[in-house]
């Protein structure tokens, strides 16, 4: 079985990413890491790529507006290096309703909260502090067209101490989706994701 | 220092009533059960009340628009009884205006799902079911006129499994219930809770 290959959306520092090619790396993840997409072009994270020769693709955010161009050149440069599955790490764009259709089903996206609490924005950390809640956590969820509503994989939760900042909360979910996201591709790997409306069943592994 | 006189309002079998009186019994929990309130006559759990001679007070929901006057009776009955802290406990009624004013800071509620998802409903764990969460769980906090959206102190994560039923799920978060209310409650009689905005600290123990 030839292993599944990832096209890899980053925008920032490729924490996430990181944790991807090291599980491939250690043999955890029957994956390989096609192509990184990031949408700016200083993002620290294309290193990473660069560091492996793993090929990259820029589509800097620019003028308003340019969004649907720069989507249909992610695909067809994703399309033109054969990728399975389509992994948002830390993408902090939505993905036009063409994006999503044309991948339906094969695109995941990492989100650092318990959905459905303290979606549909870029700080979730920071508003889960502001509401008071005890327990956050991060979502590994399949995208669609409702923001941050797509069917959820998995769910880890992460307390919230009373010292928190936005930042050192941040951190502490981090450090689980490092570990969720791998898990996540690995059980969409090994086929054995069944989703049926919104619930995603985790089928046994084969013997 | 005198105990801390409870007052906990139920609805039904009174399972988190059951886990306060035997906190108290094993001395965990320094308070005192002064009032147990039903809004049903026929609440199993008034009976948990009565073989500890506990006093009663039933204030049967009956026709629309009673409310006011039924939580009228409520506080007075409350405070004849010398209650320092409110408890809703399995409590299926939205509390008056001018019920939550009397006691601002001085009720707790519990609630089957980890606010704020799931709220505004009397059905949290057949919602996260159907949502398709893979972690849910219990919040305890203050009641404010903000239903469901008060100040928490207290959460507790709970797995969703593939084959859990609204019931399972329900009854593997009041387990964590059963735990966590005995447990605000102490921190409450130990004057531990600090409630800034939204956000509530707990101090340390006193030594």
Redesign the interface.
Known sequence: MRPIRLGVLISGRGSNLLAILEAIERQDLPAEVALVVSNRAQAPGLEFARARAIPTFVVERGARGDRAERHQAVRTALEARGVDLVVCAGWDEILTPEFVAAHAGRILNTHPS????FGGGLHAPADA???????S?CTIHFVTDDVDGG???????VPVL?DDTPESLANRILTQEHRALPETIRLYAEGRLRTE??????LPAER
Chains 1, 2 share one sequence.
Do not use: F, N, S
């Open positions: 318990l959905l459905p609490a502090l502001t509401h008071g809640v005890k327990v956590g069917p959820i994989v998995l769910q880890r939760p009373d409306g919104r619930r995603v069943y985790i």
